[in-house]
């Protein structure tokens, strides 16, 4: 038996799905009979909900033949046959038909499930310029509300005043508009999202013209930002009239401003799925304040709408996840967006740093040289500050501190990236004070015992800062952090007199993952010269560890990936618990989904081929653990004493005067227990 954790269901998500049938020009059974055979196709990969195109029983270019009898009483006849056929389904169906009510015809949405038609909602807005006369034919339904209609034998709710919430799957709350509803200044989906609709669907006709793709793609996009919503929006393809007009078949599922999936165009019979979190905009929305405020703005549609409940019975099966997942979710997979992020979180850490120093009239920049990712990152934003400045890169000040276990190749790399940026360099050896100062505290190590305990390790951390301090106060400077972002989520530094900190910690704000694509944009575009470019790649290539610890018997050197996990993992982690607050269990399913496989989905394009691997679920689960008890159960002290330094990413900080305020005696046991309960 498959355990819940591998269904969707269990994590807060939803397979919606928007269809294109095989159209015609008023055959409205022959539609009913595309419609159902698409339904069950879908019913059969696992999908919940299924949006259909505007009119897609009646047809939609059939002009006057809307107002005929004939095709009014097959249309209905077309949806008992859907209905009817609905009985034998589990995914809830939102089909489009005109159907008269009161000396009127409106062109509707019907939504459907398990032989029940839960409800009618009628177009708000008529579009009547240019190829559109809708106000020809029907009828707004604007200003409609608690009303009721006849359809398929049964007495339905109708109404723009409506949405439809399962009362057995939490978070599968939709709202249904049509078309030209969309295009309008105040779509009604907004009402509705506002309601409480986390999946807000658009039945569209809307016939082809060059550009309008990207059109109605920017409208989607832009009413799942607003809405914090899901939209899923389906237009009418082939075999619509094309006595004057063109149709496409253009199917669209966005999630916050994000495109999930996008069908084929100029196809029919077919339709495009994917799962949305609706975890996620629920929390999302509990965070954006704003949301709130428009709805007290709005009058609280909540009180307008009706909401109405059906039985969905989701299955617990695992039916796969139909949603893409990056490995890593602050870096774009997409080289475009790839590049376009790293240039901007380049130029956010240069300019921040380049208004802290004019801020302080700070005359020189210190600076603690390793030869690992940080040091080096922080260094080429500080020479790009100076550049900008028009200071000399010569007032910065780097320090490479060789301490008991500092590796030749580190140390060298330190030195060659100094002088190829034409830094002033210096090397300080911190063996003899930090020998002086475990002898004065009577540590094993100075009497010659191989002891490499915490306070071995923090002696040296230690020295290094208090040196680095030292010196800005000497040589007039400003202490520049290194330490990242994925670094403070697990607390992964030494507080106090220690890489916890600086005057400006230039790096808060990046996790260990990014720094590395930041490095090689820099190499790829240009931004130092072949000299430099050379070190970084160098660089790159080392493994990431503090060489605090000598190395042991088998030449092995102290890895910090081997301690606290792999940064891939933990920033993965950390993105989902900073910006989305997703519980643990789904934190870990969609870390599964995204590292199971290593020929799985997509990877950066410069990734090195040699770095891909897979994770299974019990390592995910193992450091997922870790990270949870180091995040939430005793490392929040360090975060709340934080020095300044730039937010850079949308993705999350952990700043106490920014995104993430915490106490720092707090307990990781709600998240432990949560983790154990749900993940096998």
Same mark, same amino acid.
């Given at each position: 038996?498959?355990?819940?954790?591998?269904?969707?269901?269990?994590?807060?998500?939803?397979?919606?799905?928007?269809?294109?049938?095989?159209?015609?020009?008023?055959?409205?059974?022959?539609?009913?009979?595309?419609?159902?055979?698409?339904?069950?196709?879908?019913?059969?990969?696992?999908?919940?909900?299924?949006?259909?195109?505007?009119?897609?029983?009646?047809?939609? !270019?059939?002009?006057?033949?809307?107002?005929?009898?004939?095709?009014?009483?097959?249309?209905?006849?077309?949806?008992?046959?859907?209905?009817?056929?609905?009985?034998?389904?589990?995914?809830?169906?939102?089909?489009?038909?005109?159907?008269?009510?009161?000396?009127?015809?409106?062109?509707?949405?019907?939504?459907?499930?398990?032989?029940?038609?839960?409800?009618?909602?009628?177009?708000?807005?008529?579009?009547?310029?240019?190829?559109?006369?809708?106000?020809?034919?029907?009828?707004?339904?604007?200003?409609?509300?608690?009303?009721?209609?006849?359809?398929?034998?049964?007495?339905?709710?109708?109404?723009?005043?409506?949405?439809?919430?399962?009362?057995?799957?939490?978070?599968?709350?939709?709202?249904?508009?049509?078309?030209?509803?969309?295009?309008?200044?105040?779509?009604?989906?907004?009402?509705?999202?506002?309601?409480?609709?986390?999946?807000?669907?658009?039945?569209?006709?809307?016939?082809?013209?060059?550009?309008?793709?990207?059109?109605?793609?920017?409208?989607?996009?832009?009413?799942?930002?607003?809405?914090?919503?899901?939209?899923?929006?389906?237009?009418?393809?082939?075999?619509?009239?094309?006595?004057?007009?063109?149709?496409?078949?253009?199917?669209?599922?966005?999630?916050?401003?994000?495109?999930?999936?996008?069908?084929?165009?100029?196809?029919? %019979?077919?339709?495009?799925?994917?799962?949305?979190?609706?975890?996620?905009?629920?929390?999302?929305?509990?965070?954006? *304040?704003?949301?709130?405020?428009?709805?007290?703005?709005? *009058?609280?549609?909540?009180?307008?709408?009706?909401?109405?409940?059906?039985?969905?019975?989701?299955?617990?099966?695992?039916?796969?996840?139909?949603?893409?997942?990056?490995?890593?979710?602050?870096?774009?997979?997409?080289?475009?967006?790839?590049?376009?992020?790293?240039?901007?979180?380049?130029?956010?850490?240069?300019?921040?740093?380049?208004?802290?120093?004019?801020?302080? *009239?700070?005359?020189?920049?210190?600076?603690?040289?390793?030869?690992?990712?940080?040091?080096?990152?922080?260094?080429?934003?500080?020479?790009?500050?100076?550049?900008?400045?028009?200071?000399?890169?010569?007032?910065?000040?780097?320090?490479?501190?060789?301490?008991?276990?500092?590796? %030749?190749?580190?140390?060298?790399?330190?030195?060659?990236?100094?002088?190829?940026?034409?830094?002033?360099?210096?090397?300080? %050896?911190?063996?003899?004070?930090?020998?002086?100062?475990?002898?004065?505290?009577?540590?094993?190590?100075?009497?010659?015992?191989?002891?490499?305990?915490?306070?071995?390790?923090?002696?040296?951390?230690?020295?290094?800062?208090?040196?680095?301090?030292?010196?800005?106060?000497?040589?007039?400077?400003?202490?520049?952090?290194?330490?990242?972002?994925?670094?403070?989520?697990?607390?992964?530094?030494?507080?106090?007199?220690?890489?916890?900190?600086?005057?400006?910690?230039?790096?808060?704000?990046?996790?260990?993952?990014?720094?590395?694509?930041?490095?090689?944009?820099?190499?790829?575009?240009?931004?130092?010269?072949?000299?430099?470019?050379?070190?970084?790649?160098?660089?790159?290539?080392?493994?990431?560890?503090?060489?605090?610890?000598?190395?042991?018997?088998?030449?092995?050197?102290?890895?910090?990936?081997?301690?606290?996990?792999?940064?891939?993992?933990?920033?993965?982690?950390?993105?989902?618990?900073?910006?989305?607050?997703?519980?643990?269990?789904?934190?870990?399913?969609?870390?599964?989904?995204?590292?199971? %496989?290593?020929?799985?989905?997509?990877?950066?394009?410069?990734?090195?081929?040699?770095?891909?691997?897979?994770?299974?679920?019990?390592?995910?689960?193992?450091?997922?653990?870790?990270?949870?008890?180091?995040?939430?159960?005793?490392?929040?002290?360090?975060?709340?004493?934080?020095?300044?330094?730039?937010?850079?990413?949308?993705?999350? !900080?952990?700043?106490?005067?920014?995104?993430?305020?915490?106490?720092?005696?707090?307990?990781?046991?709600?998240?432990?227990?949560?983790?154990?309960?749900?993940?096998?």
């Amino acid at each position: 038996m498959t355990h819940p954790f591998h269904s969707i269901h269990s994590h807060g998500m939803i397979r919606v799905a928007a269809a294109t049938p095989a159209a015609s020009v008023g055959d409205a059974l022959a539609n009913a009979d595309a419609a159902i055979a698409l339904a069950g196709r879908a019913d059969t990969a696992g999908v919940d909900l299924l949006v259909f195109p505007e009119l897609n029983l009646t047809s939609y !270019a059939i002009d006057d033949l809307h107002l005929q009898s004939a095709q009014q009483r097959a249309t209905a006849q077309a949806l008992v046959r859907v209905v009817e056929a609905s009985r034998e389904l589990a995914a809830v169906l939102l089909v489009g038909a005109a159907l008269p009510r009161n000396g009127r015809l409106y062109n509707c949405a019907v939504a459907i499930a398990r032989g029940r038609v839960l409800g009618v909602v009628p177009k708000t807005y008529l579009p009547n310029y240019r190829e559109y006369y809708e106000k020809r034919w029907f009828a707004s339904g604007a200003g409609l509300t608690g009303l009721s209609i006849e359809v398929a034998g049964q007495e339905a709710p109708f109404g723009p005043d409506l949405i439809f919430a399962a009362s057995d799957l939490p978070g599968f709350v939709f709202h249904a508009e049509i078309c030209e509803d969309y295009w309008a200044p105040a779509p009604p989906s907004t009402a509705g999202a506002l309601a409480g609709a986390l999946i807000c669907c658009n039945l569209s006709a809307s016939n082809i013209v060059i550009g309008k793709a990207r059109e109605r793609a920017m409208l989607a996009a832009a009413q799942s930002a607003r809405g914090v919503c899901a939209y899923v929006y389906s237009a009418a393809g082939p075999g619509e009239s094309t006595t004057d007009l063109a149709w496409d078949g253009q199917g669209l599922i966005h999630e916050l401003g994000e495109l999930l999936a996008e069908s084929e165009r100029f196809t029919s %019979d077919d339709f495009v799925m994917a799962d949305v979190d609706v975890e996620r905009l629920a929390q999302e929305r509990l965070r954006f *304040g704003t949301f709130n405020d428009a709805a007290v703005q709005a *009058g609280h549609p909540e009180t307008r709408f009706r909401r109405v409940a059906f039985e969905h019975r989701p299955t617990l099966a695992d039916i796969g996840l139909q949603r893409a997942v990056r490995r890593f979710p602050f870096v774009p997979n997409d080289p475009d967006k790839r590049d376009a992020d790293c240039y901007e979180a380049f130029n956010i850490q240069v300019e921040a740093l380049a208004k802290r120093l004019r801020a302080t *009239g700070t005359g020189k920049l210190v600076i603690g040289v390793s030869g690992g990712l940080d040091s080096t990152h922080a260094l080429i934003v500080a020479a790009k500050a100076m550049d900008r400045l028009g200071k000399p890169r010569t007032d910065i000040l780097g320090f490479t501190m060789p301490g008991f276990a500092t590796g %030749d190749g580190t140390k060298a790399n330190a030195w060659a990236l100094m002088r190829a940026l034409g830094v002033t360099g210096e090397e300080i %050896d911190i063996r003899p004070a930090a020998r002086t100062m475990l002898e004065t505290i009577g540590h094993p190590f100075a009497s010659g015992e191989p002891v490499y305990d915490v306070t071995f390790e923090n002696v040296q951390a230690g020295l290094r800062t208090d040196y680095l301090f030292r010196l800005a106060n000497q040589r007039g400077g400003l202490v520049l952090g290194t330490g990242d972002l994925s670094e403070l989520a697990l607390g992964w530094c030494t507080y106090g007199v220690g890489d916890h900190m600086s005057h400006y910690g230039i790096n808060a704000g990046v996790p260990k993952t990014l720094i590395q694509f930041l490095i090689r944009w820099c190499i790829r575009t240009d931004q130092y010269d072949v000299a430099t470019d050379t070190v970084l790649d160098a660089i790159l290539a080392q493994e990431i560890s503090p060489e605090l610890v000598p190395a042991d018997a088998d030449g092995a050197m102290q890895s910090t990936e081997e301690k606290v996990g792999p940064y891939a993992l933990n920033d993965f982690f950390a993105h989902y618990v900073l910006r989305h607050g997703l519980a643990p269990s789904t934190i870990a399913f969609l870390c599964w989904h995204a590292w199971r %496989d290593v020929e799985a989905g997509r990877w950066p394009v410069d990734f090195p081929a040699d770095a891909r691997v897979a994770y299974d679920l019990p390592t995910i689960r193992l450091w997922l653990e870790r990270f949870l008890r180091r995040f939430f159960g005793g490392t929040q002290f360090k975060r709340s004493a934080l020095p300044n330094g730039p937010k850079v990413s949308a993705g999350g !900080a952990v700043s106490p005067r920014g995104d993430w305020r915490a106490p720092s005696d707090g307990t990781a046991r709600v998240w432990l227990d949560e983790l154990a309960a749900n993940v096998p």
